[in-house]
């Protein structure tokens, strides 16, 4: 068993795709309309053929009770990974990107969170050697 997809809710299936690409650096793997939605998925460019982000339409009525309350206590809903937290946390603050926590390091790991502007939050982490 391995996964291959997961999602995120978003606001707007456009400005997420521009955010997730344009800013974070990720690649639309699929862009199928479905009605006024789109199956829509970014991936890593470093692991083309590797698990899929669905961006994933917010209009289910539970979603925004369940982000709003994970937003509040500042729990990210997805966490990417990156080699340097403090080098991405400066690339992405360069490119606009609003952190709600800074890198922190948590003993066994670098993290920081950040806004997606699709209404959720992001943990980035790099794990240390141990």
């Not at 995120?8 to 400005?15: E, K, P, T």
């Not at 950040?114 to 209404?119: A, H, P, W």
């Amino acid at each position: 068993m391995r996964i291959n997809l997961t999602s995120l809710f978003v606001d707007d299936q456009r400005a997420a795709l521009a955010f997730y690409t344009e800013v974070l650096g990720f690649t639309k793997h699929h862009d199928i309309p479905l009605g006024d939605d789109s199956w829509l998925t970014v991936v890593s460019p470093e692991a083309p053929d590797g698990p899929q982000l669905l961006l994933e339409p917010a209009h289910h009525p539970a979603v925004k009770p369940y982000r709003d309350a994970l937003a509040e206590d500042g729990i990210p809903l997805a966490q990417f990974a990156v080699d340097d937290v403090e080098a991405e946390h400066a690339r992405l603050t360069a490119r606009g990107v609003v952190f709600t926590q800074p890198p922190t390091d948590i003993g066994t790991a670098v993290v920081a969170v950040f806004d997606d502007t699709c209404g959720n939050l992001i943990q980035i982490i790099a794990e240390k050697s141990t």
